[in-house]
């Protein structure tokens, strides 16, 4: 018999950390701190762990439950249900996009694929000219992405692909695409596959196991199952942040709780971080809050192959291509990067077009498909304005995202791309995920399927699971909801620290991104509130 897998957060818990909320007792009606972050995600990690080295006392504010590596079970029921958006169910105010979100502690990287990328100098450069942030350059990004990579062990992952991975590596090859393995954030990784729906192994190295429990090894106190639901601003400053209980499932419960901190850190992610803000009648002189927020649409098709592809097995995303977006200029023609997903049973039939018998039988064939998905960027051409950020009568967000007619026009593409990969990859079969797709058997038959497609609403596919912008970084206040150093324009005391920093969409899936951009910011806020100097170590 083995000896069970150590869990670090119920050891933590008998250690004596400082846990509130839900079934861990009720915060009680008042707490005071020299910090409060609300989130707990990829920003807010981070964060935590770099004030509380300052030794700065913080309290930190999370929506969603504390789960870890024993809750774990690898099922789709369980993990959609309490580590997700509404469920897993989140989508755009039109239903038209699905969005996947994570809702827990380590916010979405807990429940994440692990794939790690800089953000591209494309990307960068783009920033420096349309949002004058000229000193967040390459060069000088370098040794903030790296203390990241260093810290949360990204490296290259040096076991073969699965096969799901294998046929994009394949296919691109064939057709003379360059493809390139993706780093993963990942120790000791049992190349289960089951990533999205919660580590049980405690190999990927999300907030949850590495820069939180730094934070409450230092005296950190976190309130779990916990809304902010609004800051109390005046004078130019948040005097405090007005907390309510909340469900599993999101229901408020009864009492309430102030936190009343020197600086306030909003780490709640693109979607919540605005609507936060926007509930709390924060200044918005040039109307830029909850707008220009982007979540790189995802178009997919999927592949019959004779032999068992199996895509749940194995680590989830380990290659792709950046060959559309680097053969378009970035401001040109809707470019997209392409990625092998996971296919779960339960989130695939979601996807996958198709009702009763008829989706009976696709399912007989799971075993043999094979999936690939475009991660279509967005944000850099004026027909790419991103979507909104509004709130609903009773203060939940609301994301308006208008599918335009550019955006088509890339999406028909990527399914081109993607189609023509697999069949050069041996496929029998590939479908676009489209209600008016059906399983074509060449290439030819495929182009000409998806050239007459109606690329519209509800009958493509389109679905994310990165959101960014909504409280835009920028040099000048006319551009953006917050300054270079990501404190807000007009409100002194409060920060923003997650990828609703973002201008624009990073054209990579950002985990690292926000790793090492928030690391220059709290790395410097530390300085600034304590004196102290710090280092992601």
């Known amino acids: 018999m083995t000896d069970p897998i150590p869990d670090p957060i119920r050891a933590g818990l008998a250690r004596?950390?400082?846990?509130?909320?839900?079934?861990?007792?009720?915060?009680?009606?008042?707490?005071?701190?020299?910090?409060?972050?609300?989130?707990?995600?990829?920003?807010a990690g981070i964060t935590a762990e770099l004030l509380t080295q300052a030794q700065l006392s913080v309290v930190i504010i999370e929506e969603g439950p504390l789960r870890s590596?024993?809750?774990?079970?690898?099922?789709?029921?369980?993990?959609?249900?309490?580590?997700?958006?509404?469920?897993?169910?989140?989508?755009?105010?039109?239903?038209?996009?699905a969005i996947l979100q994570g809702r827990c502690v380590?916010?979405?990287?807990?429940?994440?694929?692990?794939?790690?990328?800089r953000t591209p100098e494309a990307t960068l450069q783009y920033w420096a000219d349309h949002f004058a942030l000229p000193e967040m350059n390459g060069g000088a990004m370098t040794p903030w992405f790296l203390q990241a990579e260093q810290r949360l062990n990204i490296g290259a992952w040096l076991v073969p692909p699965n096969a799901n991975n294998d046929k994009l590596k394949i296919g691109a090859a064939r057709l003379g695409i360059p493809a390139a393995a993706i780093l993963r954030n990942v120790k000791a990784c049992w190349n289960l596959g089951s990533c999205g729906l919660g580590c049980p192994t405690n190999a990927k190295q999300s907030m949850l196991v590495t820069s939180i429990p730094a934070a409450l090894d230092r005296g950190a106190t976190l309130l779990v199952q916990t809304q902010a639901r609004q800051l109390e601003v005046k004078n130019g400053l948040v005097q405090a942040v007005l907390c309510r209980p909340v469900a599993v499932n999101g229901t408020p419960g009864s009492g309430r709780t102030r936190v009343v901190a020197k600086h306030v850190v909003v780490a709640g992610g693109a979607i919540n971080s605005p609507a936060l803000l926007l509930r709390s009648e924060a200044p918005d002189p040039h109307g830029r809050l909850g707008t220009r927020t982007f979540l790189h649409p995802v178009v997919a098709t999927t592949a019959k192959f004779a032999e068992r592809i199996e895509a749940w097995n194995g680590a989830p995303q380990t290659i792709y291509t950046d060959h559309f977006l680097d053969t378009q200029p970035i401001d040109g023609p809707m470019g997209y990067k392409l990625e092998a997903p996971p296919m779960y049973p339960l989130i695939s039939t979601i996807a996958i077009p198709g009702l009763g018998t008829g989706l009976a039988e696709e399912l007989k064939q799971f075993p043999h498909t094979q999936g690939l998905l475009a991660l279509l960027r967005d944000g850099f051409h004026e027909q790419s304005p991103g979507g909104r950020v509004t709130l609903r009568g009773d203060g939940s967000p609301s994301l308006d995202y208008k599918l335009t007619p550019y955006l088509w026009d890339g999406a028909r593409r990527a399914l081109l791309s993607m189609a023509e990969i697999q069949f050069a990859a041996g496929a029998q079969r590939v479908a676009a995920l489209h209600e008016q797709a059906s399983y074509t058997a060449s290439w030819a038959e495929a182009k000409a399927q998806i050239e007459r497609l109606p690329m519209e609403p509800y009958q493509t596919r389109v679905l994310s699971a990165h959101v960014m912008g909504g409280c835009g970084i920028a040099g000048k206040p006319e551009l953006g909801v917050v300054r270079p150093d990501g404190r807000h324009w007009q409100i002194e005391n409060l920060s923003v620290?997650?990828?609703s920093l973002f201008p624009t969409s990073i054209g990579a899936n950002p985990q690292l991104s926000i790793y090492g951009l928030v690391n220059k910011l709290a790395t410097a806020l530390a300085k600034q509130l304590s004196g102290r100097d710090v280092r992601l170590a």
């Open 497 to 499: 620290h997650d990828g």
């Open 69 to 97: 590596s024993s809750d774990f079970r690898q099922l789709e029921s369980d993990a959609y249900a309490e580590l997700y958006q509404d469920s897993n169910g989140r989508k755009t105010a039109d239903k038209a996009i």
């Open 16 to 43: 004596g950390w400082k846990v509130l909320g839900g079934p861990h007792g009720a915060a009680p009606a008042e707490i005071r701190c020299d910090v409060a972050i609300i989130g707990s995600g990829a920003g």
């Open 106 to 117: 380590g916010g979405s990287t807990t429940v994440n694929w692990t794939s790690s990328f």
